[in-house]
């Protein structure tokens, strides 16, 4: 959810490389802005980020699993090591709201997608 700031919700422009991809195209982005909006919500009332929430997503779900994060400013960085594991309750509420599956078009155009491993199960 992080990645492209899909869950930031930043603006997209005409020049902006992600207007091509399809998760940020069209109905797509409609149906994905109103996920985000909701998971910024429970982020906001639980007095976090919506960047900790999705960090403590991964860590709540797998306590083994070191998310990969990329930061480009000392901000960003500090708000991602503040980041706890979501409780199962929590977790449980993200869920309900996003659950598997729930993000609308692929990551990249299909002929990109064709060429990934990491998509294919």
Not at 65 to 92: C, S, Y
Request: hydrophobic letters at 45%; zero cysteines.
């Amino acid at each position: 959810m992080l990645s492209r700031g899909l869950l930031a919700a930043n603006p997209i422009g005409a020049d902006d490389s992600r207007a091509h991809m399809p998760r940020f195209a069209g109905a797509n982005r409609e149906a994905n802005a109103q996920i985000v909006a909701g998971l910024q919500g429970l982020a906001k009332r639980w007095g976090i980020t919506a960047g900790q929430l999705a960090i403590g997503w991964v860590l709540g779900k797998q306590p083994r699993f070191v998310p990969t994060l990329g930061m480009r400013t000392l901000q960003q960085l500090d708000e991602a090591l503040a980041a706890k594991p979501l409780t199962a309750e929590h977790l449980a509420e993200v869920e309900a709201i996003a659950p598997r599956g729930a993000i609308a078009g692929t990551r990249y155009p299909a002929a990109h997608m064709a060429a990934l491993d990491s998509e294919k199960r």
